[in-house]
């Protein structure tokens, strides 16, 4: 079955601690795998993804694919990071995206 | 350049009503995706069109429909309402393939009563 799994609903930091928002993905072929953020009272917008291999605002994601997953990480978290994040993807035959359920992360001056 | 528009941004119907949800594509894209969020969870795919045809469908009733216009906006219509179609209804386009990510709505807020 295909299915993105984001084990924590809410992750908590002050501000300059390291992030690491979790995302582990089942899926019979090779996805692609991307990163969306949704700041307050904005729309969901794409972050990062896998093939890009790029760094935004900060954050990076590696896909390991022997555990099969996609962790957003950033060594120091910013408090303008706060924000919902959904990892999400799309198979070789398909364009759909597939989303976990989020995770909101706080920062805390 | 233009992002994605939908309308309306809220909408109230009663049991048993039938919606019609309306999306423009971000310039230069040619395909469109509508999601379902429920609260507190990610958004749910319920179906693609491209060059105006459904290409690609999620685990939604056929109650669940769409169009898309040749000027690549879109729209989707639900009929028989029920409760739990309350939701938040994402469009989201972009240029065939989707490798490059999609460009998101603001969404229509659903509420059945």
């Known amino acids: 079955a295909q299915r993105v799994t984001q084990p924590e609903k809410l992750l908590s930091v002050f501000k300059g601690a390291p992030v690491e928002l979790k995302c582990n993905y089942s899926y019979s072929g090779s996805p692609e795998l991307f990163w969306y953020v949704q700041y307050s009272r904005q729309r969901l917008q794409l972050l990062l993804r896998?093939?890009s291999r790029e760094s935004i605002k900060g954050f990076t994601a590696d896909l390991n694919k022997g555990e099969t997953s996609f962790h957003l990480k950033k060594p120091f978290a910013q408090e303008e990071d706060s924000a919902m994040y959904y990892c999400a993807l799309s198979g070789q035959d398909t364009d759909k995206l597939i989303f976990g359920t989020g995770t909101r992360l706080q920062v805390f001056p | 350049e233009t992002g994605v528009t939908q309308s309306p941004t809220h909408l109230i119907k009663t049991r048993g009503q039938q919606v019609t949800l309306r999306c423009s594509s971000q310039?230069?894209?040619?395909?469109v995706s509508w999601y379902q969020q429920a609260l507190g969870q990610g958004p749910q795919f319920i179906f693609q069109y491209y060059r105006e045809e459904e290409n690609g469908r999620g685990n939604f009733p056929p109650r669940f429909s769409g169009l898309q216009f040749p000027n690549y906006s879109s729209e989707l219509n639900v009929n028989a309402l029920e409760l739990d179609d309350s939701a938040l209804y994402l469009c989201?386009?972009?240029?065939?393939?989707?490798?490059?990510?999609?460009?998101f709505g603001s969404g229509t807020r659903l509420t059945v009563v």
């Open positions: 896998h093939i």
């Open positions: 310039s230069g894209h040619n395909t």
């Open positions: 989201a386009s972009s240029f065939r393939g989707g490798e490059y990510g999609y460009t």
